[in-house]
């Protein structure tokens, strides 16, 4: 009997296409551009970039470049051209006539790579109503590229049977996904509600991809989710309770990374995930150090916690990586860490503890020793400095928070 090798799928070859007309750094961006294909899974063959005062209303580049770029594909052998702005349906529609290969954009690139990490089934939604709603207005002028049986990249997710339906079947399906969303939506609420009420304060860890959240996240709790050296590697939010060195017990959260350009549709999608950052008592800003690029990192966060509503909470601007730079060489007010080493992270406990609102008390109690319970928790939530049994009971000096204040009350004997 013949034996047949069997072999993976060649990853897509892909030529990157930028045009520069000055509204930011094309080379900067179109650096960005190749690592969030290599993170789809495609190889990067060549760039090209096109120096325009506007991108051409038909075909974004201009025609002849078009066709210029679309005889290198032929010659190179490309798979997939990838746009480094967003394309209106019409551009697409008449770049895939010149080009010999399918065209997508930098936003369905990005919706792409979301598709293939959700893992949760809220993410999983999420996904699915961003990328509908991109793609509706191009089902017209899809068909090459839905119809490739082999899918690709920009063809995850949904799946191209769900798209070739009619746009009455995919406003449908939006419709469901938004009210599937709001229930989870209300369920997030009403945890965060339920952390409120018992007194914990909330720490958000926002910031650009890639920086080292889920690294410090795991460091700090050992939550054990998925930290990879690759973009987005993160999609789903992940709490977990941290006890600070004055003894307060916070949650934190993990959040989804920002990128430059972020498409409005997955901020929409998102939206519920990120206003952990909007609800949370302070946020950590976490910035990768030893990026060239970490100022503009900083500004990009910053502008979008400030569309979020966040901008009158307290932000601490944490500069991870750092013990891959050169001592001194940090121009940033900010806390120095290394996620991966611990180096720092005593110091940023202490910032966080500072930071949040002074809601602790220094008492001193008298429990009689029918509350035993209550003195467990006295032992587990708050900072005991002195304790020692008496004939009336149990004695002791402990810092406590908001919601064991109000429970301890008829005990505490001197302040």
């Known amino acids: 009997m013949e034996l047949h090798e069997i072999t993976e799928l060649e990853p897509e070859r892909v030529l990157l296409v930028s045009v520069d007309t000055g509204e930011f750094d094309a080379?900067?961006?179109?650096?960005?551009?190749?690592?969030?294909?290599?993170?789809?899974?495609?190889?990067?063959?060549?760039?090209?970039?096109?120096?325009?005062?506007?991108?051409?209303?038909?075909?974004?580049?201009?025609?002849?470049?078009?066709?210029?770029?679309?005889l290198q594909c032929t010659a190179q052998d490309i798979d997939l051209v990838v746009m480094d702005r967003e394309l209106s349906p019409t551009q697409q529609r008449n770049l895939e006539d010149i080009f010999?290969?399918?065209?997508?954009?930098?936003?369905?690139?990005?919706?792409?790579?979301?598709?293939?990490?959700?893992?949760?089934?809220?993410?999983?939604?999420?996904?699915?109503?961003?990328?509908?709603?991109?793609?509706?207005?191009r089902l017209g002028g899809q068909g090459a590229s839905l119809s490739r049986l082999g899918g690709g990249i920009g063809t995850r997710g949904p799946g191209e049977t769900k798209l070739e339906n009619d746009r009455r079947h995919i406003r449908r399906r939006i419709t469901a996904l938004r009210e599937q969303l709001e229930k989870v939506d209300s369920q997030r609420t009403l945890r965060r509600?339920?952390?409120?009420?018992?007194?914990?304060?909330t720490v958000a860890l926002v910031g650009y991809?890639?920086?080292?959240?889920?690294?410090?996240?795991?460091?700090?709790?050992?939550?054990?989710?998925?930290?990879?050296d690759k973009l987005f590697?993160?999609?789903?939010?992940?709490?977990?309770?941290?006890?600070l060195p004055d003894g307060r017990q916070v949650m934190l959260v993990d959040t989804v990374g920002f990128v430059r350009r972020l498409p409005h549709q997955l901020v929409q999608a998102f939206r519920s995930t990120?206003?952990?950052a909007v609800d949370a008592d302070v946020i950590l800003n976490i910035c990768d150090a030893s990026s060239p690029h970490a100022a503009e990192h900083l500004q990009v966060t910053g502008d979008l916690l400030r569309e979020l509503g966040c901008e009158d909470k307290p932000i601490l601007q944490v500069m991870n990586k750092c013990d891959l730079l050169p001592p001194g060489d940090l121009a940033y007010r900010c806390v120095c860490i290394s996620a991966r080493s611990g180096e720092g992270v005593d110091d940023l406990l202490e910032a966080v503890t500072a930071a949040l609102p002074p809601d602790r008390r220094r008492v001193k109690l008298l429990l009689p020793f029918s509350k035993g319970a209550l003195?467990?928790?006295?032992?587990?939530?708050?900072?005991?400095?002195?304790?020692?049994?008496?004939?009336?009971?149990?004695?002791?000096?402990?810092?406590l928070g908001v919601r064991l204040l109000a429970e301890t009350t008829p005990y505490i004997v001197e302040e």
């Open 233 to 243: 590697a993160t999609l789903d939010p992940t709490a977990r309770a941290l006890r």
């Open 375 to 399: 003195a467990e928790e006295c032992r587990r939530e708050g900072q005991v400095e002195q304790e020692e049994y008496v004939p009336e009971g149990l004695s002791m000096i402990v810092t």
């Open 100 to 137: 010999p290969c399918p065209v997508i954009d930098r936003t369905a690139l990005i919706l792409d790579i979301f598709a293939g990490r959700a893992r949760s089934a809220e993410g999983r939604l999420q996904v699915e109503l961003a990328q509908l709603q991109y793609r509706l207005p």
């Open 274 to 276: 990120l206003e952990e």
């Open 193 to 201: 509600q339920r952390r409120r009420k018992d007194g914990i304060p």
């Open 27 to 70: 080379q900067v961006s179109l650096d960005e551009l190749r690592l969030l294909t290599e993170t789809a899974g495609g190889v990067v063959v060549d760039t090209a970039t096109q120096k325009k005062e506007s991108p051409d209303k038909a075909t974004c580049l201009g025609s002849g470049r078009a066709e210029e770029l679309a």
């Open 209 to 228: 991809t890639n920086a080292g959240k889920s690294t410090l996240l795991n460091y700090l709790t050992d939550a054990g989710v998925l930290a990879e």
